[in-house]
DNA sequence: ACCGCCGGGTGCC
DNA sequence: ACCGCCGGGTGCC
């Protein structure tokens, strides 16, 4: 996937790409330490047994560091066609079969066009390096290319820190000499740095998932028409599914180049990697497709399948449109619907040709779409469709449902041991539905070839492949992802959701599949934008934006058309509901809080809050608790410890205590939420894998990124999270706080006002959840429980018993703040209690959206309980500074604020 | 390449 | 002169 189309003469034979399998991802993030997952095979093997699947893990094996640079030459400049302009990439690849030189390197642009040949003592060198992967080799072109015949290159190498003295070795040996030390980019002398960056990718990440979300918000209605379906679609389109499919038309047939290629001086120049072609540029023809769940996905991609064939003109049309038409009846085999008559032998194509009716701007005139399909197979006519199994059903639906009756589409359900393998067959329907399954399965058997043949799915010309739930295919690692690209198609969609799920190296499998030139090629993908903005490179986001948006159309069920909303969503309204604690509780909840700020500020005062952050975390959970509920927390330890294993374990026993309630603590290193806690010995917690990627780049030196005390491997401690056993306990001694009646009476004058609301009890402290079941019982709610200790199983029934409209269901949902995850739907509930702030006011937004969504028929009403002249009203304040923390530590370039800003924060928290 | 290198022509000052 | 010097031909790996 990473060689170029050689163009030189030996360009194609026998090629050692310099990617060396695996090795192209993002070498460091910052300072060296890469937070990549393990290239250690043990604790990656470990890290996927635990969690079920590696999906999550970066499978793409950290490369080390920067050993340094030099400086060479390229020669030969005039045998090619490649040009490159001043500061420039270029891509070092070997060519061990070259006649005249078994070292030859050769130098390719971004657009996989040869320039040249590194010179023959340096290319001896480089082989050497090279061939025995010692390190990978990058290529900077600093000038202007003055003259035709040689130019300046900068080779930068970068391997695995047990590779540096073998390199340096090489390099020295042969005269030549490695610049090391500062060139730009950043060393890690300093944990401040570490965590600094983090946190400025973590907020990257953050701004990276808002510019996705609003990316289009501005742009669509004055760059996108509407255009209106065929008649042979039978169901009328709404105005943002018109945008849709004029967009996709125009994606399909626009000759026209993405906006980031401009014609310079007789070469196509793009302004994304300042390079330039000679020849021009292959164009995407498709894109992504990412609105939200139920804006219309599948009835849009059904219009443009029957709307826009060959040359801009509908596919069928209706009988009485006329047309021939052929009926050959084929039922889809295997197909769990019914066998519809509509799946039909179709009529000859070329009979059925009626010009588009173009409500909007995108007419396509037929020099364009002509000149624009020169290379294609022209008899290509089937869109295949592939999908996951349990969304197979909906499409034969859907095409059943929004296609006229009398319109003979020819659909073929591929599935099945019995399905059709004759590619001939296949190449003649019109829609072949299949699953990513049964396609990475027909691929998978030797590499495309099934029972010494081809797959039959990778040897039709499609017109049109259509990838549904792409988001499924965003691991390039996977055999279905492989199985995806090799498809042979002239045009390709993806239908998502959910385009960034976790990071942008997602983005890629995408970007790959739409065979966005040059991104899809790794080696450019990584260098021109995912390492830029993984290091916080605004230039780096930008063009990533920029990127995207040219081959993606995202609406969101709040996007605005015409300055209506898409979708009419009932209203949201937060109100804050302050909560007075009695007299007894404020005089414990005082006791508590000054006993803690003695602490803190003798922490803050020493500078060591962060040395003592363990601490300082009990400390202002169990304030947050007691806001909630005097009995919350639990057994309180001893304050005295003589020992230092004592003090340890006391700093365990409170460090489980703060992730045993299920409260939102934050990895330093990712800044995410905690996975795979682990604590050091200096009492810090992070996530297993993000703390062990920094102990395996730091090795002997390494140091803990919160408190900067050295950390060994072998001394991490993991806590389960252990179920709770105080249950009973806390229950038999049942005890109300301020804050379980605030809750309770606005609970019971809701039902005396109207017993139909459904309402959401939301808590970061599963124990609180507990505590509140006994009042709920007590005052005769029917209610349902859901948490992350419930099997995916049985949170399944609950959100079904919920969601149901039966008589007798329940009407509250006890709800942990992040059980569940993205995408439930618990639609039912139109009023949500927040019964503790969060740390992140994001997460709580989440828990929103699971009621305020697509099918909430009511006003929703979120109540947020704050207990008066506590920590609770800091965090809000805190929460809502967070915003423009984030915006600020975007753009900010010093390392320290970070540090500065959590210690800031904890001091705002205690009023001191 | 406004170079380096090669090899032929040439040869006091 | 088995040299130096000159100037034309030439040029990636």
């Known amino acids: 996937m990473c060689a170029h189309p050689g163009v030189g003469p030996w360009g194609n034979t026998g090629l050692l790409v310099n990617c060396v399998s695996g090795t192209m991802q993002s070498r460091r993030w910052f300072g060296g330490a890469g937070f990549s997952f393990a290239d250690d095979p043990v604790t990656e093997t470990l890290s996927q047994a635990i969690r079920g699947t590696g999906e999550e893990l970066d499978r793409e094996p950290d490369t080390g560091v920067l050993f340094g640079s030099l400086r060479g030459s390229v020669v030969g400049l005039r045998y090619y066609t490649g040009v490159v302009n001043k500061g420039e990439m270029v891509s070092l690849v070997r060519q061990p079969q070259n006649p005249y030189d078994r070292n030859a390197v050769m130098v390719a642009n971004v657009y996989g066009s040869q320039v040249g040949h590194i010179k023959r003592e340096l290319a001896a060198l480089l082989a050497n390096i090279m061939d025995n992967n010692l390190a990978r080799v990058e290529g900077v072109v600093p000038f202007g290319v003055k003259n035709q015949f040689t130019m300046s290159v900068v080779l930068s190498f970068w391997g695995k820190e047990e590779n ?52 289009f918000e501005n742009l669509m209605e004055d760059k996108i028409g509407e255009r209106e379906a065929v008649e042979a679609v039978c169901t009328p389109l709404l105005p943002h599914q018109k945008q849709a499919l004029s967009w996709m038309c125009v994606c399909e047939n626009n000759v026209a180049l993405p906006h980031f290629w401009e014609v310079k001086g007789g070469l196509f120049y793009n302004t994304l990697t300042h390079s330039s072609v000679r020849e021009r540029p292959q164009r995407v023809r498709g894109g992504i497709l990412a609105d939200d769940m139920g804006l219309g996905k599948t009835l849009t991609t059904i219009a443009l399948i029957l709307s826009n064939f060959h040359h801009g003109k509908p596919l069928c049309e209706p009988v009485s449109l006329g047309g021939r038409v052929n009926s050959i009846l084929i039922s889809p085999v295997n197909s769990k619907s019914k066998p519809n008559s509509n799946y039909t032998h179709p009529h000859p194509f070329d009979e059925c040709i009626i010009w588009c009716v173009s409500q909007g701007k995108s007419v396509v005139s037929p020099v ?23 969304v197979l059903s909906n499409w034969l639906d859907q095409l059943d449902q929004h296609v006229r009756a009398d319109v003979k589409l020819n659909v073929y359900l591929y599935y099945g041991s019995e399905r059709n393998r004759d590619t001939h067959f296949l190449s003649s329907q019109h829609v072949v539905l299949t699953t990513y399954n049964v396609l990475s399965a027909e691929y998978s058997v030797s590499g495309g070839w099934v029972c010494g043949s081809a797959s039959p799915l990778h040897t039709v010309s499609w017109l049109r492949v259509v990838l549904d739930e792409g988001h499924i295919i965003r691991n390039p690692n996977a055999q279905q992802s492989k199985a995806v690209l090799k498809l042979n198609t002239q045009r390709r969609w993806i239908l998502t959701g959910t385009p960034i799920q976790n990071n942008l190296r997602d983005l890629w499998m995408l970007v790959a599949f739409l065979r966005l030139k040059p991104f899809d090629v790794r080696e450019w993908w990584n260098r021109v934008i ?12 930008q063009n990533l934006q920029a990127l995207v948006k040219c081959v993606t159309l995202r609406r969101t069920k709040t996007s605005r058309v015409c300055g209506r909303p898409l979708v009419s969503l009932p209203e949201r309204s937060v109100r804050i509901e302050e909560v007075e604690l009695t007299q007894k509780e404020r005089e414990e909840y005082e006791l508590a809080r000054t006993e803690g700020r003695t602490t803190i500020s003798r922490y803050v005062a020493e500078g060591t809050v962060l040395k003592n952050y363990a601490d300082v975390l009990a400390i202002l959970v169990r304030l947050r608790q007691f806001c909630c509920h005097p009995d919350l927390l639990g057994k309180t330890t001893t304050h005295t410890a003589a020992t230092p294993a004592e003090l340890r374990e006391r700093l365990i026993v409170k460090l489980r205590l703060v992730l045993g309630t299920g409260s939102d603590e934050e990895c330093a290193v990712c800044l995410n ?46 806590f389960p999270l252990e179920e709770e056993e105080e249950g009973s306990n806390l229950l038999e001694n049942w005890r109300s706080s301020s804050k379980v009646e605030a809750l309770m009476s606005s609970l019971l004058r809701l039902r005396s006002e109207d017993d139909s609301i459904r309402s959401l009890v939301v808590s970061q402290f599963t124990r609180f959840l507990t505590i509140l079941e006994i009042p709920l019982r007590e005052e005769g709610f029917k209610f349902v429980r859901l948490d992350g200790t419930m099997s995916q199983k049985r949170r399944a029934q609950v959100i079904q018993e919920f969601q149901s409209d039966a008589p007798g269901s329940p009407l509250i949902m006890l709800l942990s703040l992040k059980a569940g995850g993205v995408g439930i739907n618990l639609s039912a509930a139109s009023r949500v209690f927040l019964m503790d702030p969060a740390w992140n ?36 304040k805190i929460q809502r500074q967070k915003q423009d923390l984030v915006e600020k530590a975007f753009g900010t370039k010093n390392p320290g604020e970070r540090n500065t800003s959590r210690v800031d924060e904890i001091r705002a928290l205690m009023e001191l």
């Not at 950043?186 to 400025?200: K, P, R, Y």
């Not at 305020?852 to 008066?868: A, E, N, W, Y």
């Open 368 to 390: 364009e779409a002509a000149s624009s399909q020169s290379t294609d197979d022209p008899a290509a006519r089937a869109t295949l469709i592939i999908c996951p199994l349990s």
């Open 841 to 876: 006011p994001a997460v709580e937004d989440q828990c929103v959206d699971r009621c305020h969504r697509l099918g909430q028929k009511r006003d929703v009403v979120i109540t947020k309980f704050i207990v008066k002249g506590s920590v609770e009203e800091n965090m809000v």
């Open 530 to 541: 995912q390492r830029p903005v993984t290091q916080g490179d605004k230039t780096g986001l």
């Open 164 to 215: 540096r003295d073998a390199v340096v070795r090489q390099i020295t040996s042969r005269s030549f000499k490695l610049q090391t030390g500062p060139t730009g980019t950043h060393t890690h002398a300093d944990t401040g740095t570490l965590i600094a960056s983090s946190w400025v990718i973590s907020c990257l990440t953050v701004c990276l998932k808002n510019a996705f979300d609003n990316l």
């Open 673 to 718: 939420s905690v996975r795979l806690p682990v604590i050091t010995h200096c009492a810090h917690v992070y996530c297993r894998p993000c703390i062990a990627q920094v102990i395996r780049s730091e090795q002997e030196q390494a140091r803990c990124p919160l408190c900067r005390g050295q950390i060994k491997a072998s001394e991490l401690v993991e």
